[in-house]
């Protein structure tokens, strides 16, 4: 039962630094700008860096694997 919560938590986990990226990206372009474009906006996605990717995959990946782990534990 506690695997269960916990792939859940980290699937949360995961969403939140997922969209975190988009936020940061968001919050480095600033309020002051008057133009706000899609090229404008992709540099400063790749200034925010593929770490919150990386664990939002990470993260992700566990959630499943307990998901699945504690699926197999209540099957038996």
Do not use: H, Q
């Amino acid at each position: 039962m506690k695997l269960d919560y916990m792939g859940m938590e980290f699937l949360k986990i995961a969403a939140f630094l997922f969209a975190a990226r988009y936020v940061a990206a968001a919050l480095f372009m600033g309020p002051g700008l008057k133009n706000w474009d899609s090229s404008l906006f992709e540099a400063s996605y790749r200034y925010v860096g593929n770490e919150l990717t990386v664990l939002a995959g990470v993260c992700a990946v566990l959630g499943v694997a307990f998901l699945i782990r504690a699926s197999g534990k209540s099957a038996s």
